[in-house]
């Protein structure tokens, strides 16, 4: 089974590049495993589709901001949840569910399993490239969770 792990966001908006320092790290704990691609993307809709096409499984790292759970907290959605990440939502092209359909209706390869794991982060306007301390404080376990779900750990 072919996986690929996408870290989504944009590297200098704060906590919106904690995807791609979850898929930095997961990539450097994976180096030399087969199996498992790791990359960073920068924005969601038929990008994301046309990243993750050819893969059985997809996982997804992004970040949420819904103010409903405290910065750092890591929560497992579907493509379909009504909670939206920061990213798989692209306003050039559309959100990842129709660019999902669409490519299936087009005939493309594209993973049988599609899994988000959403960051809950507080800043996302403020040019930096560091992570706030909460939503750093989580990138081990956010880390050890895509690996997990990776099967490169157990539970």
Do not use: W
């Not at 939206?84 to 939502?89: G, S, V």
């Not at 507080?122 to 956010?142: C, M, N, R």
């Amino acid at each position: 089974m072919r996986t690929i792990v996408v870290g989504l966001g944009n590297p200098i908006l704060s906590d919106d590049s904690v995807g791609i320092k979850v898929a930095g790290l997961v990539k450097q704990r994976l180096a030399g495993s087969v199996g498992v691609d790791v990359i960073e993307a920068y924005a969601g809709g038929l990008r994301l589709m046309e990243a993750i096409a050819g893969y059985d499984r997809a996982i997804i790292v992004d970040a949420v901001k819904t103010g409903d759970h405290a910065p750092g907290t890591i929560r497992k959605l579907s493509p379909d949840s009504l909670s939206r990440t920061r990213n798989t939502l692209c306003t050039h092209d559309g959100d990842l569910p129709t660019a999902l359909a669409l490519g299936r209706d087009l005939g493309l390869k594209l993973p049988d399993s599609v899994e988000i794991i959403g960051i809950e982060v507080d800043e996302v306007e403020q040019f930096s490239e560091e992570l706030t301390g909460e939503v750093a404080a989580a990138l081990p376990a956010a880390v050890d969770e895509v690996l997990r779900r990776c099967g490169m750990i157990k539970p």
